[in-house]
């Protein structure tokens, strides 16, 4: 049936025509949609976005305000309508040629419609200003955005050419020019000096960019890059004591001696060296522990961020007896270890193996020479000048804290007592920075001896960041 139909001229001429009739009815329909009727059959739409054209003489005047669109609607026939938004010659423009220069309201007019289409312009008027034209130099910043420059790395001053552009406005805009600047953004993460061109632009003092005409309205820009951060020694300290008492550290050592500190020259200046204490509670033998390298106060980063630190130890020699024959058979007198005691005068005189035990001198007795330990002295600062300005840190020892062991005669070690003596560090004249200084011990005795279990502190001094919020309150 199909195929005798099909055969049939006459047939596909019917049916190619009801297709058509169709398709025509369809396409009428949907440009309809679009379209408003309005009064005696006339069309009614809207065209946006139509593009302002400002006729002016621009070698000698500036115009300002003018809008970038206007919105046209237009009336008239359905085809006439619909032609006119198919066309993209419309114009709206603004005729400033006889004008003078002041602030004014200006007809906005259109070219490129049908003389028997009615168009209403919105806004119909703009408020426009005619100065004009002024020309200046001005000399070119370069800016960097962040990105440019590669971590570990900053840039010297870069070199502009030209150094200075002309900038034509009119005077009161160009009043308003704060900076003039060449943005460079497109290099990435640059590690050594490069050439590059940039664009350039003007701004006010809220950084609003002004429209201005720049000549030439891009720059060659030449930047120097070079490494930042030094390089120190690395120095790892015990910190704490093994729980097996029979363990004592022998060494602490790493392949890593040095570090780099990332840091601007005004921080690394401060800094000679990198201490990190090793936590040592836990070890009962050798053993490799990994630890976090710290950043210095100021400094961005470290290189290389962590490091393994070989530790070494060894065992306790137990056989006191053997030591004390040694001795003996030497000549020597043994004396008993001193009896370690915190912020106490408590001591404990040191056996002598030679003494005539019938012997009741008492006074032998109180001349022999003993000494005590008093561990976990807080060490004192004094003598940093402005101290409310600053903080101070310890470094080593890090928990600012040393032993002490006094030697005299039992009659004198016996009236010691942890309140007579300080242990002080003299931060007089020292300024920010990381400080070696040497510790002393005020107030005791001058019949007295001592030994510190170091000799120095390392102290780094810090300048306070002032409190906003106390200053907004004040």
Do not use: C
């Not at 990435?188 to 002004?210: E, G, P, R």
């Not at 002598?352 to 019938?358: F, L």
């Not at 001198?361 to 003598?383: A, C, H, L, M, Y």
């Not at 007592?417 to 005020?442: C, K, M, W, Y």
């Amino acid at each position: 049936m199909m195929d005798r139909i099909l055969s049939n001229k006459w047939s596909v001429r019917i049916i190619s025509l009801i297709f058509a009739a169709v398709l025509f009815t369809y396409i009428t329909s949907s440009s309809d949609k679009t379209l408003s009727m309005g009064e005696s059959g006339t069309y009614v739409d809207v065209i946006n976005n139509v593009p302002v054209e400002v006729y002016y003489d621009k070698d000698k005047m500036t115009v300002s305000g003018a809008p970038d669109t206007v919105d046209v609607t237009v009336t008239g026939s359905k085809g006439l309508v619909q032609l006119a938004k198919s066309q993209s010659n419309l114009v709206a423009y603004i005729d400033l040629k006889k004008a003078k220069a002041g602030t004014q309201n200006a007809k906005i007019q259109i070219k490129g419609l049908s003389d028997r289409l009615k168009a209403t312009i919105n806004p119909a008027t703009a408020k426009v200003t005619i100065a004009e034209k002024v020309t200046k130099k001005y000399t070119v910043d370069v800016e960097l955005n962040k990105s440019v420059i590669a971590d570990g790395y900053q840039a010297g001053t870069a070199k502009v050419k030209p150094k200075k552009v002309s900038i034509t406005g009119s005077q009161e805009v160009l009043n308003q020019i704060a900076y003039v600047k060449a943005t460079v953004s497109d290099e990435k993460d640059q590690k050594s000096d490069f050439d590059t061109t940039a664009t350039v632009s003007a701004f006010d003092a809220n950084l609003n960019k002004l429209d201005v005409e720049i000549d030439p309205g891009q720059v060659d820009v030449s930047v120097p890059v070079s490494k930042i951060g030094k390089t120190v020694p690395l120095r790892f300290q015990q910190s704490g004591n093994p729980a097996d008492k029979t363990v004592t550290i022998s060494s602490l050592t790493s392949d890593d001696t040095k570090v780099t500190v990332i840091a601007p020259e005004s921080v690394t200046d401060s800094i000679e060296q990198i201490t990190i204490p090793i936590d040592v509670t836990q070890i009962t033998g050798d053993k490799t522990v990994e630890v976090k390298v710290p950043v210095p106060t100021g400094a961005t980063s470290v290189n290389p961020t962590s490091v393994k630190v070989n530790i070494k130890t060894t065992k306790k020699q137990n056989d006191q007896s053997s030591n004390n024959d040694a001795n003996k058979s030497s000549g020597q007198t043994p004396e008993a270890p001193a009896t370690t005691t915190p912020d106490t005068d408590t001591t404990t005189p040191p056996a002598n193996n030679d003494k005539d035990e019938n012997s009741d001198d008492n006074s032998d007795t109180e001349d022999k020479q003993v000494s005590t330990e008093f561990r976990d002295v807080p060490i004192t600062i004094t003598g940093l000048n402005n101290s409310e300005s600053f903080n101070t840190t310890f470094i080593d020892p890090v928990s600012g804290k040393v032993n002490i062991t006094i030697n005299g005669t039992q009659k004198e070690i016996d009236t010691v007592e942890r309140s007579d003596f300080n242990i002080v560090a003299n931060l007089s004249n020292l300024q920010e920075g990381i400080h070696t200084v040497p510790l002393a011990v005020h107030g005791l005795a001058a019949n007295f001896t001592f030994t510190l279990t170091q000799s120095k502190a390392e102290i780094q001094i810090v300048k306070k960041v002032a409190d906003a919020s106390n200053q907004d309150l004040s």
